[in-house]
């Protein structure tokens, strides 16, 4: 089913504790941000959670919200693949990522579109 990403954006707290919200543009593979956007990730510390957004649409018009944790310094990293699982279980999914050092568990559901090291 062909899909397209609509909108997505990064959010964490900033030193203050104020919730903030960067916007990025994804590409199949790529994630664009402004430079500015781009520094206020560089400045925070690299352990530091964020939140990573992604609404879906589908070609039949439903629209599917998808987000997960990622830790800020990954975003420097070689590569970072988000694996979304569906499981079909009241709108459950499964979010998990592949870095150069850090993999989430892959599960049975998930289709094993790249290999592991």
């Given at each position: 089913?062909?899909?397209?990403?609509?909108?997505?954006?990064?959010?964490?707290?900033?030193?203050?504790?104020?919730?903030?919200?960067?916007?990025?543009d994804?590409?199949i593979?790529?994630?664009?941000?402004?430079?500015?956007?781009?520094?206020?990730?560089?400045?925070?510390?690299?352990?530091?959670?964020?939140?990573?957004?992604?609404?879906?649409?589908?070609?039949?018009?439903?629209?599917?919200?998808?987000?997960?944790?990622?830790?800020?310094?990954?975003?420097?990293?070689?590569?970072?693949?988000?694996?979304?699982?569906?499981?079909?279980?009241?709108?459950?999914?499964?979010?998990?990522y592949?870095?150069?050092?850090?993999?989430?568990?892959?599960?049975?559901?998930?289709?094993?579109?790249?290999?592991?090291?």
């Amino acid at each position: 089913m062909p899909y397209a990403v609509t909108k997505s954006y990064f959010e964490f707290e900033d030193s203050l504790e104020n919730l903030r919200r960067i916007d990025f543009d994804y590409y199949i593979g790529d994630i664009v941000l402004s430079a500015e956007n781009n520094k206020i990730l560089q400045n925070l510390k690299s352990e530091q959670s964020i939140e990573m957004h992604f609404t879906v649409e589908y070609s039949n018009g439903f629209i599917k919200r998808y987000y997960g944790e990622i830790a800020v310094g990954w975003l420097s990293y070689d590569f970072l693949v988000i694996r979304v699982t569906n499981l079909k279980k009241n709108g459950k999914y499964y979010f998990a990522y592949s870095t150069p050092g850090i993999i989430k568990a892959w599960i049975k559901k998930e289709y094993h579109m790249i290999e592991e090291p």
